[in-house]
């Protein structure tokens, strides 16, 4: 089979899925960038072609507008991929420490007990884990393909899992 345990597959899988997140915040964020760039350009088009009809200080009123709504969606556009971006580091961060912090108890339950009942259901769920595992790495993958064209070169191939949780000896070798 293989030699990882139930618990770094899992994370595995975390890091894959708040992978393939991070890289669909980033395609919305290049595309939002590219929507607001299109109104701007089609905004000015359209003032160049008919500022001989309008009065000077409707002209510059119009250009104002123009920035200050497009000023607005940059921001809201930052603001909410940022948030979004911070979310998923955290729903990645706490979910792994979740794992590993249940691969712990249940090492220490088993050492206690003497019952491998969590070892027997760590080692047959390995194999539809591991498969998942599998799936999540080729939708990362194709997720970074998707944000590559969108967003060109500036993807990030394989975002890590931030340190701040670090593994003990006994989690990983129970779960």
């Known amino acids: 089979m293989s030699a990882k345990n139930l618990s770094t597959v899992a994370n595995e899988v975390i890091e ?8 669909l915040i980033h395609a919305s964020r290049v595309g939002g960038e590219r929507a607001v760039g299109l109104v701007e350009q089609n905004w000015n088009r359209a003032l160049r072609e008919s500022r001989s009809q ?3 200080g409707v002209a510059q009123n119009a250009t104002a507008l123009q920035q200050t709504f497009c000023g607005y969606y940059r921001k809201g556009l930052s603001m909410t991929t ?3 971006q911070d ?5 990645v961060n706490l979910a792994a ?3 590993d912090r249940v691969a712990a108890n249940a090492s220490r339950f088993e050492e206690k007990t003497g019952v491998t009942a969590l070892n027997t259901l760590a080692h047959a769920t390995l194999p539809g884990a591991l498969a998942l ?3 999540a790495a080729r939708i990362e993958k194709s997720s970074a393909g998707l944000a590559r064209k969108i967003a060109g070169d500036k993807v990030v191939a394989k975002a890590k899992r931030a340190a701040t949780t670090a593994r003990k000896p006994h989690a990983a070798k129970a779960a």
Not at 16 to 23: C, I, K, P, Q
Not at 87 to 91: F, G, I
């Open 82 to 84: 940022n948030g979004a």
């Open 87 to 91: 979310a998923v580091n955290q729903v």
């Open 16 to 23: 894959s899925y708040g992978n393939t997140a991070r890289h």
């Open 54 to 56: 309008l009065a000077a």
């Open 133 to 135: 595992s599998t799936l």
């Open 97 to 99: 420490s979740g794992v």
